[in-house]
């Protein structure tokens, strides 16, 4: 896969809207490439070292797709919603968003995003990952159901967005917010400036 010739340094192996419009709110010019692997947890993996897998999977599958040169950056990313020991993912359908989101409210779960970094030509992927805490209000079967119908927990983790509607649910988030919606934005700046790419003067 040849570049072309004004090709951002920064590429995202993802195809996630919510990623993209936290690197472009940061002032980031990219492109975008989707990683295609499988997204499993291996038996007993705890859910810190399953972010970190996968962020380095995906990044590095982008990686292995692009010339050494010239030197780009790639930017992998994975985010999990865990309840007690428990990874909740993308709900199959509005019954299982229901019942996700029956479960939910009213307690407090674990937001984890793993993130990679690595540069064509290099090795082993620079690695960071951030926990975050949300709780959610008590909320009714209707308010639930109502919510599911809009369509919006149907392609998310935990079958909610805190930057969309979901966010009515939302009591508390401890830690970072961006972390929630799917990349936490000021580990993954720090992130990329280790890793030797030159940032925007904000």
């Given at each position: 896969m040849r570049?072309?010739?004004?090709?951002?340094?920064?590429?995202?192996?993802s195809a996630s809207p919510r990623r993209r419009e936290l690197l472009e709110r940061a002032g980031l010019r990219f492109e975008v490439i989707p990683a295609d692997i499988v997204e499993a947890a291996h038996a007993g993996e705890p859910p810190r070292a399953l972010v970190e897998r996968l962020a380095?999977?995906?990044?590095?599958?982008?990686r292995d797709?692009?010339?050494?040169?010239?030197r780009r950056w790639v930017l992998g990313s994975d985010t999990i919603v865990v309840l007690g020991e428990e990874i909740l993912g993308k709900p199959r359908d509005a019954d299982e968003a229901v019942a996700m989101l029956r479960r939910l409210t009213g307690n407090t779960h674990v937001v984890w995003t793993g993130v990679a970094v690595c540069a064509t030509g290099s090795g082993v992927p620079a690695l960071c990952s951030v926990e975050s805490r949300v709780t959610?209000?008590?909320?009714?079967?209707?308010?639930l159901c109502a919510y599911v119908r809009t369509g919006e927990p149907l392609d998310k983790a935990g079958a909610y967005a805190l930057q969309g509607a979901g966010r009515r649910f939302v009591s508390r988030v401890e830690g970072s917010e961006s972390n929630v919606i799917g990349l936490p934005l000021e580990e993954?700046?720090?992130l990329l400036a280790r890793a030797g790419l030159e940032l925007p003067v904000a």
């Amino acid at each position: 896969m040849r570049p072309a010739k004004d090709a951002p340094l920064l590429v995202l192996a993802s195809a996630s809207p919510r990623r993209r419009e936290l690197l472009e709110r940061a002032g980031l010019r990219f492109e975008v490439i989707p990683a295609d692997i499988v997204e499993a947890a291996h038996a007993g993996e705890p859910p810190r070292a399953l972010v970190e897998r996968l962020a380095a999977e995906k990044a590095s599958a982008v990686r292995d797709r692009l010339p050494e040169r010239p030197r780009r950056w790639v930017l992998g990313s994975d985010t999990i919603v865990v309840l007690g020991e428990e990874i909740l993912g993308k709900p199959r359908d509005a019954d299982e968003a229901v019942a996700m989101l029956r479960r939910l409210t009213g307690n407090t779960h674990v937001v984890w995003t793993g993130v990679a970094v690595c540069a064509t030509g290099s090795g082993v992927p620079a690695l960071c990952s951030v926990e975050s805490r949300v709780t959610l209000r008590p909320a009714s079967e209707v308010e639930l159901c109502a919510y599911v119908r809009t369509g919006e927990p149907l392609d998310k983790a935990g079958a909610y967005a805190l930057q969309g509607a979901g966010r009515r649910f939302v009591s508390r988030v401890e830690g970072s917010e961006s972390n929630v919606i799917g990349l936490p934005l000021e580990e993954t700046l720090a992130l990329l400036a280790r890793a030797g790419l030159e940032l925007p003067v904000a």
